[in-house]
């Protein structure tokens, strides 16, 4: 009886030490797709960042080449909210959380960009801001900037 409880032990045993193999195979698999994805989402947001600094480029060449104030503006405007998307890229890039980003960091930097273009010697522009929020979600970040 001994002899034959301790055969079925050693079958069960067998059993579990094969389905230990293929599930250490199965989270191998896993983890290299997962690495690969990483890696295609981290160049995604790479050339997402510089296609928005090519589009940045272009305005500031036309807003160079164009006299009048309201078209300046509009011009400013755009490259602000291209700005604001390309931050937020940024922020998610280094996010180790792809859906969230770190709000104060990006509305500090976000105000900083909007301040530099609008930058006039003549004018004494100063902010302060207090953000509690420590992190929000993509969906709310991107109207928000």
């Not at 300046?72 to 792809?98: C, P, V, Y």
Request: charged content about 25%; glycine content about 2%; proline content about 1%.
């Amino acid at each position: 009886m001994i002899i034959c409880f301790s055969f079925i032990l050693f079958r069960k045993n067998q059993r579990i030490n094969e389905q230990n193999i293929i599930i250490s195979q199965q989270v191998d698999k896993l983890s290299k797709l997962l690495s690969q994805k990483e890696t295609i989402l981290h160049e995604l947001h790479h050339r997402v960042k510089n296609n928005l600094q090519n589009v940045i480029s272009i305005l500031e060449m036309q807003k160079e080449s164009i006299n009048f104030n309201n078209i300046e503006e509009l011009i400013r405007g755009n490259q602000n909210r291209i700005h604001s998307m390309a931050l937020l890229h940024k922020k998610l890039d280094m996010s180790e959380i792809l859906r969230e980003i770190n709000i104060h960091g990006y509305l500090r930097e976000l105000t900083e960009l909007v301040m530099d273009s609008y930058c006039d010697k003549a004018k004494n522009i100063s902010l302060h801001f207090t953000c509690s929020v420590e992190k929000i979600t993509l969906e709310k970040a991107l109207p928000l900037g």
